[in-house]
């Protein structure tokens, strides 16, 4: 299960990579719109509506075309945000971040890296090493994957590509 940036869409090349990974692999991916972006509006709802909003498509995932399945949520940015914040409540076997925003621009000493820590299941996290939004630290059963790039993702995709398929082949292995 794998949601959008803030400001972007479903199309974006990370998100577009990590599907075509997660398929090629025989794993099923389903691509979660966030409600405000279905209404036509640009800006974010407020993380309580994000999470709720995500927390809904899975339970409804899980009592229909996943049935029975492990899940792996995940994301781009805002999306890997919602992922981690909401992992224990959709029973997430593990986390996929892609250009995880550990703090906003220039505001290092604000960062988010609680919703990293709070995340008690294994977690990749794909960052440009020139990320205006920084690096976010390797941890416990957190791996952290430094590609040639920014945030956008896109100077290194055939780095991006291999480090998802290494993960996933690791994180399915253990499900099995």
Request: proline share 8%; hydrophobic share 45%.
């Amino acid at each position: 299960m794998l949601g959008h940036g803030a400001g972007g869409g479903l199309g974006a090349p990370d998100l577009v990579a990590a599907t075509e990974v997660a398929r090629a692999a025989g794993v099923t991916v389903a691509l979660v719109e966030q409600p405000y972006r279905v209404a036509g509006r640009r800006s974010p709802a407020p993380a309580g509506q994000l999470d709720a909003a995500w927390v809904a498509v899975a339970g409804q995932l899980r009592a229909g075309a996943l049935d029975g399945l492990p899940l792996i949520a995940g994301g781009r940015s805002s999306g890997a945000r919602v992922a981690c914040r909401t992992a224990a409540e959709t029973r997430a076997i593990a986390v996929l971040c892609l250009a995880f925003p550990l703090h906003a621009p220039g505001r290092p000493d604000k960062t988010r890296l609680g919703e990293l820590e709070a995340v008690a299941v294994p977690v990749l996290i794909v960052q440009g090493e020139s990320d205006p939004f920084g690096m976010p630290p390797p941890g416990p059963q957190r791996e952290v994957v430094r590609l040639r790039g920014n945030h956008a993702l896109r100077s290194d995709a055939a780095g991006l590509r291999e480090a998802v398929r290494s993960w996933l082949e690791r994180s399915l292995s253990t499900t099995a």
